[in-house]
């Protein structure tokens, strides 16, 4: 079965942090590499953060120092910590492999208030 569960999303000033997590079954996760995306309201659905199977990252330019993506490959699980929130971070974030196949979950939404 096919399973992408995002949670964690809220509402926050700017300046505050979220914590983000996905729950992937197996046969999404496996060696898999993984990825945070967003979409913001009338904006293409963008790759923030990518986390290979052994821990090696990567992140948008835009992200950079502020997020902190992980996985704990034993839960089948992915995590995206969000500090110095921006309102420009505003958007529905989901996960995905990496690169994205074309099964979304629903997204969890992020909004950040000036």
């Known amino acids: 079965q096919v399973r992408l569960v995002e949670s964690g999303g809220g509402l926050v000033q700017a300046g505050g942090s979220l914590t983000l997590s996905c729950a992937a079954s197996?046969?999404?996760?496996?060696?898999?590499?993984m990825g945070w995306y967003r979409q913001a309201p009338g904006k293409q659905r963008e790759l923030v953060a990518s986390?290979?199977?052994?821990?090696?990252?990567n992140y948008a330019d835009s992200v950079r120092g502020r997020f902190t993506i992980s996985r704990d490959n034993a839960k089948n699980m992915v995590y995206l910590q969000m500090n110095s929130l921006k309102p420009e971070d505003t958007a529905v974030y989901y996960c995905?492999?990496?690169?994205?196949?074309?099964?979304w979950g629903q997204g969890t939404q992020v909004t950040v208030s000036s």
């Open positions: 995905n492999t990496s690169p994205a196949r074309s099964y």
């Open positions: 197996g046969s999404i996760f496996r060696t898999n590499a």
């Open positions: 986390v290979l199977y052994y821990g090696i990252t």
